[in-house]
T-cell receptor, first 109, second 113 residues
Framework: DAKTTQPPSMDCAEGRAANLPCNHSTISGNEYVYWYRQIHSQGPQYIIHGLKNNETNEMASLIITEDRKSSTLILPHATLRDTAVYYCIVTRGAQKLVFGQGTRLTINP | DSGVTQTPKHLITATGQRVTLRCSPRSGDLSVYWYQQSLDQGLQFLIQYYNGEERAKGNILERFSAQQFPDLHSELNLSSLELGDSALYFC????????????FGPGTRLLVL
């Protein structure tokens, strides 16, 4: 699985959009970009995933660059409950997930 | 609620003991994955089962074993426990076919004293 690079921490004001970057320059053509988050010590929560097109669901939007070497997770209107560690994972699917250190996102009131 | 259940939520035991952690996957999911999260190692993959068969193994210790039963629930057995085995243990399930999202349970917090 390709390695990902994320900033260790970010801050965002409540109500603003939170943009979390991820670099995955060695991604293969058949690998997807997945985002999970972990709130405190709860189980990781699936957010969104994509292959090459931008994706949006009720939780977030995922923007993948045309060369697929990086992506951005967007939480459009961050709330205090979005404070968590966010993990960007590249995987072919149906196999183990390799978690890095993630980005600790803090939403400030 | 992911639909994945794990029991027990908390477990406190002594070194040298053996424990069993249980995971029930989402309805219809064939694959179960086990992960360990300790303070110094982060989230680490242990083992995957698909429809009762072992499919992949990670850095799982020989003292640890797992199985998936015909009803698709899975158990992770940890024996000869050491202090360093104290961690959160998560299971996840997926449909098992290519490109299926893994959904995680709430975890079991194990404390070895």
């Amino acid at each position: 699985d390709a390695k990902t690079t994320q900033p260790p921490s970010m801050d965002c004001a409540e109500g603003r959009a939170a943009n979390l970057p991820c670099n995955h320059s060695t991604i293969s053509g058949n690998e997807y970009v997945y985002w999970y988050r972990q709130i405190h010590s709860q189980g990781p929560q699936y957010i969104i995933h994509g292959l090459k097109n931008n994706e949006t669901n009720e939780m977030a939007s995922l923007i993948i660059t045309e060369d697929r070497k990086s992506s951005t997770l967007i939480l459009p209107h961050a709330t205090l409950r979005d404070t968590a560690v966010y993990y960007c994972i590249v995987t072919r699917g149906a196999q183990k997930l390799v978690f890095g250190q993630g980005t600790r996102l803090t939403i400030n009131p | 609620d992911s639909g994945v259940t794990q029991t027990p939520k908390h477990l406190i035991t002594a070194t040298g003991q053996r424990v069993t952690l249980r995971c029930s996957p989402r309805s219809g999911d064939l694959s179960v994955y086990w992960y360990q999260q300790s303070l110094d190692q982060g989230l680490q993959f242990l083992i995957q089962y698909y429809n009762g068969e072992e499919r992949a193994k990670g850095n799982i210790l020989e003292r640890f074993s797992a199985q998936q039963f015909p009803d698709l629930h899975s158990e992770l057995n940890l024996s000869s426990l050491e202090l360093g085995d104290s961690a959160l243990y998560f299971c996840a399930s997926s449909g098992g076919t290519y490109q299926e999202t893994q959904y995680f349970g709430p975890g079991t917090r194990l404390l070895v004293l």
